[in-house]
């Protein structure tokens, strides 16, 4: 069984930043890729940004996020982290990990982490 834990949600003024993590354990043979999507309060779920971990592809933002937020990978570690800057009270969600595995395309998702941002 694959666990995902996020963490460094909190409350913070818009224009601040904040760092999520979220670290993988169990047994996974590979990873495709990770990544963050999002879900408002009232709102469907929405893809944040991925990024792969074996291929060396670049990473992908949604428009919304672009030039504000960056993820990167510790292949060692099996994690991702969001690090999100310039925030804005839109970008307030509860913040979920997601994973992609081999060899079957496996997806695993975390419990979440809530960010909110004060203006």
């Known amino acids: 069984q694959v666990q995902l834990v996020e963490s460094g949600g909190g409350l913070v003024q818009a224009g601040g930043s904040l760092r999520l993590s979220c670290a993988a354990s169990g047994i996974i043979f590979r990873i495709n890729a990770m990544g963050w999507y999002r879900q408002a309060p009232g709102k469907q779920r929405e893809w944040v940004a991925t990024?792969?971990?074996?291929?060396?592809?670049?990473?992908n933002y949604a428009d919304s996020v672009k030039g504000r937020f960056t993820i990167s990978r510790d292949n060692a570690k099996n994690s991702v982290y969001l690090q999100m800057n310039s925030l804005k009270s839109e970008d307030t969600a509860v913040y979920y990990c997601?994973?992609?595995?081999?060899?079957?395309?496996?997806?695993?998702w975390g419990k979440g982490t809530l960010v909110t941002v004060s203006s």
């Open positions: 990024i792969a971990f074996a291929s060396g592809a670049p990473a």
């Open positions: 997601n994973l992609n595995s081999a060899p079957y395309g496996a997806t695993y």
